[in-house]
């Protein structure tokens, strides 16, 4: 369901500088359907609400910070995106999960199409048996730390099953009073702290969770961008270039904070206590590898749906404006220092190319309802 696109009026406001501090400063991707609105982020304000981030539709350098109401001078939205406005203004919290729940609830409401309703609730179905999976193993984990050898399994691989489940949750009662805590308390914590974990999972986890998989396909878009540089030295082949030095960068961020949220799951007892004491600083730390990946995915969409080279040389106009500039926060993350200007550095010398952005709007349109039943 979409409107027809209306011209951009005149009277924008002057274009802003874009060199965030913080992760939510920088805001969260919203995935909007308008072709306009592609790259659009969303970020919390002092007197409630959100405001939007909009690449410079010119494809210049900067952004516009504008209101919901503001977007009329730039586009005509389509319904699924002025639902998802709605949704998203209404969130108590601005961050990449609670964003994705809100597009999930108006994808299920059928505004991005019927194959997005399906692949909603499977993936919805899917991120449950994921939780579910992320649980158990910290169970096992705590089992194993506090009583070694309690389960007598010899190191073989623990698949979930309700026999191993039910022998865990015994021998979770005989060490409960030895965390000073009743074995009902530790369970209730552990699901909790398992929903905190279920996007990146347990180190090793099987099948990958989503933002395993993520990075798996940030990987290939990596290598795929590389190698197309590589090979094709025109506009293309310096977009791409873009592309890969970004993704290299954010990939070699997000393995250091995926590698410290899966080393706490291996002091499952010191994980409890950190959880009682301190839940939102516990779940903030271990969603930095989410905020550092936020937005990759539409760009991944974006090259894995293109199928012919010339396909791809549009694709890499897009993408080149949609890469995701690294707030400066993200030293203290990782802790050393991050090249946060490589970015804009590139901006400066790439033609970003922005005739997609033109022309055949009901055709990305479409595509980008496709999108929501592949990212649901």
Known sequence: MHDAAAPAAPNLPLSQAYHPTTFLERGVAVPFTTPMLSGTRARPIERGGIELIVPNPAGGRGVYVLPWSGVYQLCRPTVHDTRLNEVVASLPTVTPGTIRKAARIVAQ??????????????????EYEEQVL????LLLELVDQAEPGGLGTNGAPRAHTKELETRAKRALVRIAPRLGLRAEAIAEALEQIAGVF????????TPPP????????????HDDALE??????????????????VADLTLGCAARTLAEAHAAARDVPALL??????PSRLAQRIARTEWLLDGWEQICLIWHCASSDLERRSALAEMGLLVPVLPREVTDWVGSTVDIDLV???RKTVSLNVDW????????VSRNEKFRALAA
């Open 109 to 126: 409401e059928g505004l991005a199409g019927r194959e997005a309703v399906n692949a909603s609730k499977q993936v919805q179905a899917t």
């Open 134 to 137: 992320s649980n158990f193993l």
């Open 198 to 205: 279920a996007g990146i999972g347990i180190a090793g986890q």
């Open 210 to 221: 989503r933002i395993i998989r993520l990075i798996e396909a940030l990987t290939r878009l």
């Open 228 to 245: 197309w540089g590589k090979v094709h030295r025109d506009e293309s082949g310096a977009q791409a270039g873009m592309v890969a030095a």
């Open 273 to 278: 206590g950190e959880w009682r004491t301190a």
């Open 344 to 346: 804009h550095r590139f």
């Open 357 to 364: 952005r033109t022309g055949a709007v009901f055709e990305r």
